[in-house]
């Protein structure tokens, strides 16, 4: 069946689209289809040549924005060695519960939490390395409009780095 997402840009190398909050990226557990990746196998079955059906990069479930989707082999190539090296701009737009004074780096290890496996936390111990860097782009009575560009790509990192700061994304209070 269709699973909707609009297409930014196409070329006979990449395709942009808009991946809308609540589509899982690839299957899983429990996602073994209505993912994105089912989407893009019904939108151009040529994408069944390619590992992960071109995809090189992931959005959350929750998370909406654009991907980037390789339609060639030479170009996944390139792009995951872009991802590799940080040679591409990750920006993010999110609202925090709360007013944020400044903008500032947090490097974190992220990781697993001790007590809630599905969920990730700051872990200093078992973490993975993590830096996320933040600017205020507006701010409001109880809320504040932040820009985030990664350094590294970890399992919720925006969510987990915000609230680790006190700051918890609107509509995941709970998060940490």
């Known amino acids: 069946h269709d699973i909707l997402f609009v297409i930014v840009y196409e070329d006979e190398g990449v395709l942009v689209i808009n991946k809308p909050a ?15 990746l089912n989407a893009l196998l019904h939108y151009d079955e040529n994408l069944a040549s390619l590992a992960r059906a071109g995809i090189v990069h992931r959005l959350d479930k929750m998370t909406s924005g654009l991907m980037v989707v390789a339609k060639n082999e030479p ?37 697993r939490h001790h007590t809630d496996r599905t969920k990730m936390a700051v872990d200093d111990f078992r973490g993975k390395e993590a830096t996320t860097h933040y600017r205020v782009i ?39």
């Open 22 to 36: 609540g589509l899982v990226v690839h299957p899983g557990a429990g996602n073994s289809d209505g993912t994105l």
């Open 75 to 111: 170009v996944q190539l390139a792009l995951t060695d872009l991802l590799k090296t940080h040679d591409v701009e990750r920006l993010y737009d999110a609202v925090l519960v709360g007013t944020m004074v400044a903008g500032g780096t947090v490097e974190a290890a992220i990781g």
């Open 138 to 176: 507006e701010r409001f009575r109880s809320h504040t409009h932040v820009r985030c560009q990664l350094e590294t790509g970890r399992t919720h990192q925006i969510r987990v780095h915000m609230s680790h700061l006190g700051f918890p994304l609107l509509g995941y209070r709970d998060w940490e």
